[in-house]
């Protein structure tokens, strides 16, 4: 029995948040599809294994990826090209390559260069937690939230329509995206508020001492948030701003120029412009509560 888009056996390198989702979202919507994975991390490996994140958990990537006639790579965008080349010689010819990384030029271009002639539709789906590793995955993460692919030109038209349908059938909502376009777009939408937040995190950590533990202990809901994102997985992050690092720049100087905009008006007493600025965006916060993007109950539909 195959599932959505007809693949009968899906890989997973990497068995973390988003890797052990997808695992245990194919378990719960594609029961007849058949999962392997893979981590470089023995202690991953075991616990994927308890929490029966994927069918069969193996202990040799390529031995995880032989069968599988769709593979993917769920680990930092620094390591794709890696991951890639340990299990070259065992992908099936015919097989869909894909990946969830936030980052897309770089991603195809290292899984290509690693996988010359294969099938490498690269996706990124827009979803996740501060939590990594294998116990943060769980099967309704996509459920609602965009998958965004970025075939290349040449894409085998089947093999998109495979790997879409697979998307949808575990609850994401599918978009088509040039990845430059997307590099772009996600700089401005996830990379740059997580550059933010890690400043505004590391400027209150410098500022504890200053404050005598008072930036921690008052911590009201703007700044807690804030801890949330900057929470979320380093190495992934590090490889995330590196990896799409001239986007990243030019979003963070647009950044830094209405920022230097926004120190004028309030030094010289410009009210008229800090409440114009403060409506405009107060305007997209709707926007993106009328999309379903988010909660519009107090404190984010927070339990207490």
């Not at 994927?48 to 593979?71: H, I, N, P």
């Not at 897309?104 to 990124?124: E, F, M, N």
């Not at 943060?136 to 965009?146: K, P, V």
Request: proline share 4%; net charge negative.
């Amino acid at each position: 029995m195959s599932g959505a888009g007809g693949f009968r056996s899906i890989a997973i390198v990497g068995l973390g948040l988003l890797g052990g989702s997808i695992g245990l979202a194919v378990r719960e919507y594609l029961p007849g599809v058949r999962t392997t994975g893979f981590d470089l991390s023995p202690a991953h490996r075991a616990r994927a294994a308890e929490r029966g994140l994927v069918d069969r958990v193996c202990d040799d990537a390529a031995d995880a990826v032989r069968e599988a006639d769709c593979v993917i790579f769920c680990v930092p965008p620094g390591a794709m090209g890696e991951s890639a080349l340990a299990v070259a010689d065992a992908v099936r010819a015919d097989a869909v390559v894909s990946d969830v990384g936030s980052c897309k030029v770089s991603v195809a271009k290292a899984l290509s260069d690693a996988l010359p002639g294969r099938h490498v539709i690269p996706a990124h789906p827009v979803a996740g937690t501060e939590n990594s590793g294998p116990d943060a995955g769980f099967a309704s993460l996509f459920q609602g939230r965009w998958c965004i692919v970025t075939p290349p030109a040449d894409v085998d038209a089947a093999k998109l329509a495979a790997l879409t349908s697979f998307w949808e059938a575990i609850g994401a909502k599918v978009e088509l995206m040039d990845a430059a376009h997307h590099d772009r777009v996600l700089a401005v939408t996830s990379h740059l508020p997580h550059l933010i937040a890690y400043t505004i995190v590391g400027t209150a950590s410098d500022l504890e001492e200053v404050t005598q533990s008072e930036v921690i202990k008052y911590s009201a809901g703007g700044f807690r948030d804030f801890t949330r994102i900057a929470a979320s997985d380093p190495t992934m992050w590090r490889d995330v701003f590196l990896s799409n690092r001239e986007a990243v720049l030019e979003m963070l100087q647009r950044f830094s120029e209405d920022l230097t905009a926004l120190q004028k008006a309030i030094r010289v007493g410009d009210g008229a412009t800090l409440f114009d600025h403060f409506t405009r965006t107060r305007a997209i916060r709707r926007s993106i509560i009328e999309m379903g993007q988010d909660d519009a109950r107090p404190d984010f539909g927070r339990k207490h």
